[in-house]
């Protein structure tokens, strides 16, 4: 007479790969502005200083450094992916960070052209669409990075995090009743959602709750990205169009 033996469903995970292509996009868009800014544009010749033009191109290689370690730090990670592992923290982190830096690098570049370049607003523009978008795909990886070890410690006895910090989701409002809200994870979609509309409104979207002062500092560093794109270049650009 057979048996028949239950075997547990396995744990929901948030898989990695999104968030970090997400991180790749973004530093490529972020490298053709740079191209652009430096090599493109139809404002009037540059006129700097030659102590300027020296610091121009030493951000531009430090720029370049910091693509291509990116890059080579991308390779081994790429194999974690592959086999559906998390990479480290410390590695992801350090993912982050590179993008980051060089979308900073960015808003600074467009903000000083602003000033050295009669700029035409549908220039302005496309610009500042290169800057939002890279934005968005940077701080989709960054919410999903600070948020999902919280869940990961609701689900592990042995660690003592607690659900009430991160973002709380529309879905995790549900009663208690429902079987399906302590095993609910949010996926590329709600994050991407939750990034996107903090960026417009500057600030979490109804129906999200942000707990703890890590998340809480993260979107207000976000936000303040957001003002140097919308308030600074595109009021220019919206400006300059007569």
Not at 162 to 168: A, K, L
Not at 181 to 201: E, K, Q
């Given at each position: 007479m057979s048996r028949t033996v239950a075997v547990a469903a396995p744990e929901p995970r948030i898989s990695a790969r999104p968030f970090v292509v997400s991180l790749l996009v973004a530093v490529v868009v972020n490298g053709l502005l740079r191209v652009h800014i430096r090599f493109g544009g139809n404002g009037r010749p540059d006129s700097a200083r030659p102590a300027l033009r020296a610091l121009f191109v030493v951000a531009d290689v430090g720029y370049l450094a910091v693509t291509v370690f990116f890059l080579l730090l991308l390779a081994p990670v790429a194999r974690d992916l592959l086999a559906d592992r998390l990479p480290r923290r410390g590695v992801q982190q350090l993912l982050g960070g590179m993008a980051t830096v060089t979308l900073l690098v960015d808003l600074i570049a467009v903000n000083v052209t602003i000033y050295r370049r009669n700029l035409a607003s549908y220039e302005l523009l496309a610009e500042s669409l290169a800057?939002?978008?890279?934005?968005?795909?940077?701080?989709?990886?960054?919410?999903?990075?600070?948020?999902?070890?919280?869940?990961?410690?609701?689900?592990?006895?042995?660690?003592?995090?607690?659900?009430?910090?991160?973002?709380?989701?529309?879905?995790?409002?549900?009663?208690?009743?429902?079987?399906?809200?302590?095993?609910?994870?949010?996926?590329?979609?709600?994050?991407?959602?939750?990034?996107?509309?903090?960026?417009?409104?500057?600030?979490?979207p109804e129906g999200h709750v942000l707990i703890g002062r890590r998340i809480k500092m993260l979107q207000i560093v976000h936000t303040v990205f957001m003002i140097f794109i919308f308030i600074i270049i595109v009021a220019r650009a919206i400006n300059t169009l007569s």
């Open positions: 800057l939002y978008i890279g934005t968005n795909l940077i701080f989709v990886f960054w919410y999903w990075h600070f948020d999902y070890p919280l869940r990961d410690g609701v689900r592990r006895p042995d660690q003592t995090l607690d659900h009430d910090q991160g973002i709380r989701f529309p879905e995790e409002e549900v009663g208690d009743s429902d079987p399906h809200r302590r095993t609910w994870l949010p996926g590329l979609a709600d994050y991407a959602y939750f990034t996107l509309l903090s960026s417009n409104c500057f600030g979490p």
